[in-house]
């Protein structure tokens, strides 16, 4: 079974980068790929960041989109997100997920436990 | 992009009973609907996707219908370990996949 989990700052100052990545197990991300992001405000709903598909390609909220980029280290069996400038705004729960590899429509399969990012000065 | 909305906010229901739980979508959406189940403090479970299909593991009590913009899910016979939020999802029209606010069940 697949299994992931989300590594990276918990607190990350305004302007900064936020850096995350998601350790993948019970799967070999060099085989074939689909996974994703997706964060959570404290108390509020989900929000999809994007997500990258095998071969590389990418796929991101056109709300972030000018702010994230999604990649693979296949050595590692790892994915990362990175997102620029971040503000208050951006303090969330982040998970990790894969995209159903069957099909590869993008819904969630399996999730990381989620990783709280705070930011603040 | 597909605006995703559920209704109610908050369901009230007793141990036994059924809950209905309504997504609708502000465009079709055709089956490309996913239902989530997240109980505090966990990250969401997929329970449903194609609008009706049951993900593994998840149990028959658990009833997904709709295609289009309406969508329901339905919980034939609470357990305690049911009650939870509940987040539908759209993966038909994307980039952006979206969520809908969610419905919350607890206990009446």
């Known amino acids: 079974q697949v299994q992931l989990q989300e590594s990276g700052p918990g607190l990350v100052k305004p302007s900064e980068t936020l850096s995350l990545t998601c350790t993948v197990s019970?799967?070999?991300?060099?085989?074939?790929?689909?996974w994703g992001w997706i964060r959570q405000p404290p108390g509020k709903g989900l929000e999809w960041i994007g997500s990258?598909?095998?071969?590389?390609?990418?796929y991101y909220n056109p709300s972030l989109k000018s702010r994230v980029t999604i990649s693979v280290d296949t050595s590692k069996n790892q994915f990362s997100l990175r997102l620029s400038s971040v503000t208050a705004a951006d303090t969330a729960v982040y998970y990790c997920?894969?995209?159903?590899?069957?099909?590869?429509?993008?819904?969630?399969?399996?999730w990381g436990q989620g990783t709280l990012v705070t930011v603040s000065s | 992009e597909t605006v995703m909305t559920q209704s109610p906010a908050t369901l009230s229901v007793s141990p036994g009973e059924r809950a209905t739980l309504s997504c609708r979508a502000s465009?079709?959406?055709?089956?490309?609907l996913a239902w989530y189940q997240q109980k505090p403090g966990q990250a969401p479970r997929l329970l449903m996707y194609?609008?009706?299909t049951r993900a593994t593991g998840i149990p028959v009590r658990f009833s997904g219908s709709g295609s289009g913009t309406e969508f329901t899910l339905t919980i034939s016979s609470l357990q305690s370990e049911d009650f939870a939020v509940y987040f539908c999802?759209?993966?038909?029209?994307?980039?952006?996949?979206?969520f809908g606010p969610g419905t919350k069940v607890d206990i009446k």
């Open positions: 990258i598909y095998h071969g590389g390609y990418t």
């Open positions: 194609g609008a009706s």
């Open positions: 465009q079709s959406v055709s089956s490309k």
């Open positions: 019970g799967y070999s991300i060099r085989s074939n790929y689909y």
């Open positions: 999802q759209q993966y038909n029209n994307w980039p952006p996949v979206t």
């Open positions: 997920a894969s995209v159903d590899h069957s099909s590869g429509n993008p819904y969630f399969d399996y």
